[in-house]
């Protein structure tokens, strides 16, 4: 594990949007560094938006986004990748890539175009590869692995990055239950031995409680939560946030909440 303190991440003021369609309106939010952070609500509300920005792969209309002390809209995007790493919502398909072909494209912001010509691999893919648990996968190719296994090799691809910042964009869509839990049981394990600051965007609430230690949620663009999950998740949040009615208990043995949602509240709510 790196003993140098991972950097935290800071948005303040951000606006952002397209003619027509506002997406953030004043958004403040401080991630510490180390901090795991849970990103819930509606579609559209704006979180994968907000991690773009915080990636660097958008500039705000108005306000900034820092990562420790550096201001992303003064960077490019390779050397904001060179500090943060992205997990996208999804990818596109690589037919006749091996997953070590695909972990290798990681490394393109901290090598280069002439980098990723040479022949071989460095350290830091072999790492990834093992953190992400899926060197035994390493000459089969991703177009024929099922959906779970072709999320932790995009995870182990971002790993590879070598970033002390990792950005998850729904990393459990379209998986099982099983796989949900593989991959945040993952994330949570390599946020420790990495000493990784993570945010990522959720849509189930119960994993959001269970895993994250804050959960922020945002509703038509702004913050209206943000806490650590035991303050935070209440039927209150339930209804404002995700437009539902429903109860919240504890869990018996780790003591996060459980939710228990019953129907969803009439449009407008």
């Known amino acids: 594990m790196d003993v140098t303190e991972p950097p935290g991440i800071t948005v303040d003021g951000v606006s952002f949007g397209y003619p027509g369609r506002p997406v953030l309106r004043d958004v403040d939010l401080r991630v510490a560094p180390g901090d795991l952070v849970a990103l819930i609500g509606l579609n559209g509300c704006g979180k994968s938006t907000l991690l773009r920005l915080a990636a660097g792969l958008a500039r705000p209309d108005r306000g900034r986004v820092l990562l420790g002390d550096v201001d992303l809209a003064r960077l490019g995007r390779r050397a ?3 500090r943060v790493a992205l997990l996208h919502q999804s990818a596109p398909p690589v037919p006749g890539m091996t997953v070590r072909q695909l972990v290798r494209q990681g490394r393109y912001a901290q090598r280069g175009p002439l980098g990723m010509l040479r022949e071989g691999e460095d350290a830091a893919v072999r790492r990834a590869l093992a953190d992400a648990g899926v060197e035994r996968w390493a000459e089969r190719p ?3 692995l099922s959906g779970g296994e072709r999320q932790r090799v995009r995870l182990a691809m971002a790993l590879a990055q070598d970033t002390r910042v990792l950005l998850l964009d729904e990393p459990t869509t379209y998986l099982d239950l099983r796989h949900q ?8 394990r390599l946020r420790a031995e990495r000493g990784l600051t993570v945010v990522m965007v959720l849509h189930d609430l119960g994993h959001a409680a269970r895993f994250a230690q804050r959960v922020v949620a ?3 663009g702004r913050v209206v939560a943000d806490g650590a999950p ?3 998740v209440t039927p209150g949040l339930l209804a404002e946030v ?3 009615s429903g109860r919240v208990g504890r869990d018996p043995e780790g003591g996060w909440p459980v939710c228990y ?7 407008g709510f």
């Open 242 to 244: 995700l437009g539902v």
């Open 80 to 82: 904001a990748a060179r």
């Open 142 to 144: 991703v177009d024929a």
């Open 230 to 232: 035991g303050a935070v």
């Open 218 to 220: 945002l509703r038509d």
């Open 181 to 188: 839990l593989e991959v945040l049981q993952t994330v949570v």
């Open 261 to 267: 949602p019953d129907h969803p509240l009439p449009h």
